[in-house]
């Protein structure tokens, strides 16, 4: 394991890379090749089937606990295997996130789901440990939305999180309150998808730069971040950025998480950071750099031919709203003509970045 005062000085050889090291084209996301890296394929995240389960928890004891000093707590775990037999599998869970945590943000707060290794492993949940659990919060329709935007990262690059939608039964363990049920969807181990990159998880406390990241694996998820007009996220301060590391050599890729406050998904709670001088999620801003004119041409390229698996994300979905569904099409539809517009692209991706660039406005989160 490396130390933290190894990771520093890895930061700091960063940050001095020759442009043509740090500049890494979008290739350094290697294909499954290997026995090692097939495996790391869990099937829980390759199926894009609803998995339905129990989760017995103490409620009240659970859902009180959303301090900074949040606790453990015994569950059960309960589902039918594929002949319909019931397989119990005992867990911890912890109350996770930051804004969601909040009672007067989320009913009901996301949850850690804490496994046995020794156990688990026969269970449909494969070689797990912990995850990450996104709940109803509010109601179903917004993790049903934020589902959907892992999915369409989902088409742009392996280098994203994998997900796997779930309807989840609530049941106390005391009895004393009644049973919820929602839908929520867990998302794959940190550790676990940078593996299947062959990288590991950069720590938080190595510093680096927006500039500093492979480039254009640093414009497509700029670009994507504008297309679904989140702007609450930051390199430097690893505000819903991880960064993977390949090589010592190679600049780290970037990977985004949490889309809540995207204006796609437009959740009640959402509003954009004051810094940006915006006033609504839904209003887009590009918040990438400036970039040469061939990673602009190759970035169109991707997101023009990866438009129709975009749109078959939200078309091919029927648990939402056919009305959502439009709008978000329609969203979507905003965003394309300004990609494929000269002046449109000017103003909102080139010009943009170049005052990006100059101003140095960072998001380090907002105050939770």
């Known amino acids: 394991m490396k130390t933290w005062l190894s990771y520093f000085v890895l930061s700091l050889l960063l940050l001095s890379l020759p442009l043509q090291l740090r500049a890494q084209p979008d290739t350094t996301v290697l294909s499954f090749a290997d026995t090692e890296a097939r495996e790391l ?198 505000h819903n950025i991880d960064l993977l590391l390949v090589d010592s050599l190679a600049a780290p890729l970037p990977v985004p998480f949490d889309f809540d406050y995207a204006g796609i998904v437009a959740t009640p709670y959402a509003s954009p950071p004051p810094e940006l001088g915006i006033t609504s999620v839904r209003q887009r801003l590009f918040r990438g750099y400036t970039y040469p004119d061939e990673v602009y041409v190759q970035v169109r390229k991707v997101f023009n031919q990866r438009k129709p698996a975009i749109y078959k994300v939200y078309q091919s979905f029927t648990l939402l709203d056919r009305g959502y569904i439009r709008q978000t099409t329609k969203y979507l539809d905003q965003f394309y003509e300004a990609l494929n517009d000269p002046r449109d692209f000017h103003n909102a991706f080139v010009r943009q970045g170049q005052q990006n660039l100059r101003s140095s406005v960072v998001v380090k989160g907002l105050e939770k």
């Open 41 to 238: 394929q869990n099937p829980l995240f390759l199926s894009n089937e609803v998995l339905h389960f129990t989760l017995r928890m103490d409620m009240k004891t659970v859902l009180k606990d959303r301090g900074d000093e949040r606790e453990s707590h015994g569950a059960v775990l309960v589902y039918k295997d594929a002949s319909g037999v019931e397989v119990e599998e005992k867990l911890k869970v912890r109350v996770r996130g930051n804004r969601r945590r909040d009672p007067s943000v989320c009913d009901f707060p996301p949850l850690q789901l804490n496994f046995s290794r020794k156990t688990v492993e026969k269970t449909i949940f494969g070689k797990v440990n912990k995850l990450k659990m996104v709940t109803h919060c509010i109601n179903d329709e917004y993790v049903l939305r934020e589902y959907l935007v892992y999915k369409v990262y989902n088409t742009l690059t392996d280098a994203s999180y994998r997900v796997r939608l779930c309807r989840v039964q609530y049941e106390d363990l005391k009895g004393r309150r009644k049973t919820q049920t929602g839908y929520a969807f867990l998302i794959e181990d940190d550790d676990v998808m940078a593996a299947r990159n062959n990288a590991t998880v950069m720590p938080e406390e190595a510093f680096v730069r927006m500039d500093r990241t492979a480039e254009m694996p640093m414009a497509k998820l700029a670009f994507f971040q504008f297309m679904i007009g989140n702007t609450d996220w930051s390199v430097p301060y690893r």
